[in-house]
């Protein structure tokens, strides 16, 4: 049996260097492997839960689509689609939420956090984990790769599924979160104490996927450092050159020891050179591949082909549940 791996991303802000390197160039190993089948999707009911500009939505959700293509997801190999193309979800969500306390949906770290101090927040933004868990539950995934952030969201899911198994008869296969090393550790370039994150609000520490290589080379040479003009791996003591470390050893391939080696003590200027010419390269590469993604007209081919696939899976799976729950 293959293994089935299925993430999503939720398409508020840009794609970051860290999604790259956290989530997508992983999903693209795990695509690789024959024994894997995997599903990649944009989260965009997700991203509803807060207010989106309609049009910015719309186009950013195929942008999120044909950058996963440029990234390296084969179309060929993975089903990548648009979660609201697959009207089956919402349905098996809402059966989820019927079997889901309202105590554990309220006690979800990220829910506290985005609705602390609000006075509206939406009802969405607390049933956000179990839409998350009808992502998961529907295909029967063995395999979740998040960030750290998303951990609990996937354990959700699994006490979910674990609880109408035992009430309703096996439905489900309980599903494992993978959370990837290099996801937690891509830091801000500007504070290397935070995650980079689409959303964040000072640019110059964030590299999006659509900045210009100029940029990239700039942002990387102005990222913060200590002051000990020594090249070496101390995550705590050198939180902004571990950070460029570990960008450079995943766009390299190389290990981080090696990399340390040759520029030990050559001081950050020339280390930040290579680090700069390492990832503006490469997003120039990916670039090239976006733009002849999204001009090649085959975006919607791509789309049908993945839509199939995820709708007729979450169409078995919903009949099933419906079954079992005493629905017609
Ligand atoms: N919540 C994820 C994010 O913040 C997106 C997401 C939605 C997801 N459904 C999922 C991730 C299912 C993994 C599996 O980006």
Redesign the pocket.
Known sequence: MKKRI?????PTGELTLGNYIGAISQMVELSNDENNEVYLFV?DL?ALTEYQDPSTLRERIKKFIAMYIACGMDPEKVSIYI?SDNEYIPMISWILECNTYYGEASRMIQFKEKSKGKENFTVGLLT?PI??AA??LYCDADL?P?GID?KQ??ELARDIAERFNNKYGKTFKLPEPLISKEGIKIKDLKDPSKKMSKSEVNPNGVISLFDSPEIVSKKIMGATTDSENLVYYDEENKPGISNLLNIASVISKRSIDDIANEYKASGYGNFKKYVASLTSNMINDIQGKYNYIINSGKLEEILNKGKENSRKLAYEKMIEMKKKVGLN
């Open positions: 299925l993430t999503g991303l939720k989260a997700h979660q956000y839409l998350m992502d998961i979740v998040v998303q969201h996937v």
